[in-house]
C-alpha cells in the first residue's frame, strides 16, 4: 500500500445520509476477486437513474468525497472501499462513518476523515456552489484545510500509522520476520510445523 500523508484536490458532494455499501458497490459486482475494476460500479443504480450528482462534469476528476452522516453501513463488504478508491477518491469527509467501513478505508489506503454536521455542510455547499474548490486532506497535521479555513480532525493512532508509513497487516507481520523463524527454530520436534 502506498503511504498516504495528504490528500489533496477537488470536492464531490455526495449530500446524503445511511448510504450503506449496497448502495456504494451492488451485491452483483461482487464476483471478481481481484480488488481492482469496481471503480465503474460505484453507486451503480443511483447512476443509471441519471443525472447523478457526481456523474457532473464539473465533479469529474475529485479526489475528496463529502458525504452525509453515517456513511458506509450496512454489511461489512470491502469492495465498497475498492470501488470507491478505483473511482479515484482519496478521501472521504462525513459527520460519520460505520466503523467496519472506516476500518475497510483505511485497509485500503483511504483517508476517512470525521468532521462535526456544520463544517461537512459547509465544504459541502463550497463544492457545489463552486465546483472548482480543493481543499487538502492533511493526515500528518490532521486538518482538512481550503481558502480561509482549516478544521481539525481527530483519527485512531494506529491507522494513522499505518497510512502515513503505507503499511497493512502483511507488513506488520512481515516486520517481525526474524522473532517468527527463531521461534520456530526453538519449537520442540512434536509440534507441527508450517512450511
Known amino acids: 500500500m502506498e503511504p498516504v500523508a495528504r490528500v489533496s484536490g477537488r470536492m464531490a458532494p455526495l449530500d446524503r445520509a445511511d448510504v450503506d455499501t449496497d448502495q456504494i458497490i451492488p451485491k452483483q459486482f461482487l464476483k471478481r476477486i481481484e480488488r481492482t475494476g469496481f471503480g465503474p460500479f460505484l453507486f451503480y443504480d443511483w447512476r443509471a437513474n441519471g443525472d447523478f450528482v457526481l456523474d457532473r462534469p464539473e465533479h469529474k476528476g475529485a479526489a475528496v468525497l463529502l458525504t452525509g452522516e453515517n456513511f458506509g453501513c450496512g454489511s461489512s463488504r470491502e469492495h465498497a472501499a475498492w470501488a470507491i478508491r478505483d473511482a479515484g477518491y482519496h478521501a472521504i469527509v462525513a459527520p460519520s462513518f460505520a466503523d467496519i467501513f472506516v476500518a475497510n478505508c483505511f485497509k485500503t489506503g483511504i483517508l476517512a476523515v470525521t468532521l462535526p454536521p456544520r463544517q461537512v455542510r459547509h465544504l459541502i455547499d463550497l463544492a ?28 485512531d493512532a494506529f491507522a494513522r500509522e499505518m497510512l502515513l508509513n503505507g503499511l497493512d497487516e502483511i507488513t506488520l507481520v512481515e516486520r517481525q520476520a526474524s522473532a517468527i523463524e527463531a521461534f520456530e527454530a526453538q519449537r520442540s520436534e512434536y509440534f507441527p510445523t508450517v512450511r
Open 128 to 155: 457545489t456552489e463552486d465546483p472548482a474548490t480543493e481543499v487538502t486532506v492533511d493526515l500528518e497535521a490532521q486538518q482538512v484545510r481550503g481558502d480561509g479555513f482549516t478544521y481539525r480532525f481527530e483519527v
